[in-house]
């Protein structure tokens, strides 16, 4: 059990794919000038790795391994992902229609968002187990929605502020992600 919790404080916090590994940063940047958007997104990416690192486990551990087919985990990962994607943008265009528009492009990028290919090949590096698996998918996932919406919560308050023309817009968005990145080195003596 202690290990489990160590991978996913490992994972949201100190190994934060965003601002420690640097994936996934379009759709970071991109979605974070509101909270209820980037909110969204974070659930979405939350379902689609977590659901993914466990469908990328079981097709791992009892196809890829045993038959040696092990070079080709890259483009059977990239199906599982485009696929559980395509799901939940259909559920999203159905039942939460709002919230479909709101995240606009940004839904089917999490197909192309190389955080959630990084998570699975980074839990076959890893070797870890089909549990392991899927507590770093939604450790990751967590800390994924965890930084969007502080960088949507900062950002909606530097809006309300007097900023230098140089720094408006993306200058001032980047050194906000990157003070964000600093401070989450904080918590590199967790692990």
Do not use: W
């Amino acid at each position: 059990m202690t290990s489990l919790i160590m991978i996913i404080v490992t994972t949201a916090l100190v190994n934060n794919v965003v601002l420690s590994q640097f994936l996934g940063i379009c759709s970071f940047l991109g979605v974070s000038a509101q909270k209820k958007a980037s909110l969204s997104l974070g659930l979405a990416v939350t379902a689609v790795l977590t659901v993914a690192s466990l469908v990328a486990a079981l097709l791992y551990q009892f196809v890829l391994a045993p038959l040696g087919l092990d070079y080709l985990k890259t483009i059977v990962f990239i199906l599982v992902i485009a696929a559980l994607v395509q799901m939940v943008e259909m559920f999203l265009k159905k039942n939460a229609h709002a919230i479909y528009q709101s995240l606009g492009i940004y839904l089917p990028l999490i197909t192309t968002n190389c955080a959630v290919l990084g998570v699975a090949l980074t839990n076959v590096q890893n070797e870890y187990t089909i549990l392991q698996s899927v507590i770093a998918g939604l450790g990751t996932a967590l800390g994924y929605t965890l930084a969007i919406v502080l960088l949507a919560e900062i950002r909606e308050h530097i809006d309300e502020e007097a900023i230098p023309a140089p720094f408006r817009g993306a200058p001032i968005v980047l050194l906000c992600a990157t003070l964000m990145a600093m401070a989450f080195m904080g918590f590199s003596g967790l692990s």
